[in-house]
Nanobody, 133 residues
Framework: QVQLLESGGGSVQAGDSLRLSCTLS????????FAWFRQAPGKDREGVAG????????YYAAFVKGRFAISQEYRKNTMYMQMTNLKPEDTAMYYC??????????????????????????WGQGTQVTVSS
């Protein structure tokens, strides 16, 4: 059974930083796309960033480039997203998701803004990030 477990959310002030973690269990970590999404109350889910574990290539939505950085620790089946200079508009539930056995295309779609929920077959429960001004 594929499971994704997120951690690292919290309540911070504008300008602060947070690091989110997502750990995969029950499936091979190798050569898959892992990504972060977020959803604020009353808004659509947004693709934030992704990493293709086969090459470590990273992908970012335009609205987080330069502020968020995704990385991985291969031997721990874990990816991270370091978020810096957080803004109140970053407040949302952040979800980790995986596009398994489909190469990097799910991650590339996040960068293009053309992703769909069906591209990602596994989702975590989410971790809340709240940024106050």
């Amino acid at each position: 059974q594929v499971q994704l477990l997120e951690s690292g959310g919290g309540s911070v002030q504008a300008g602060d930083s947070l690091r989110l973690s997502c750990t995969l269990s029950g499936y091979s970590y190798n050569r898959n796309c892992f990504a972060w999404f977020r959803q604020a109350p009353g808004k659509d889910r947004e693709g934030v960033a992704g990493i293709y574990t086969g090459t470590s290539r990273t992908y970012y939505a335009a609205f987080v480039k330069g502020r968020f950085a995704i990385s991985q620790e291969y031997r721990k089946n874990t990816m991270y997203m370091q978020m810096t200079n957080l803004k109140p508009e970053d407040t949302a539930m952040y979800y980790c998701a995986a596009a398994l056995d489909s190469g990097p295309k799910g991650c590339a779609a996040i960068e293009r803004g053309t992703w769909s929920r069906g591209d990602f077959g596994a989702w975590g429960q989410g971790t809340q990030v709240t940024v106050s001004s």
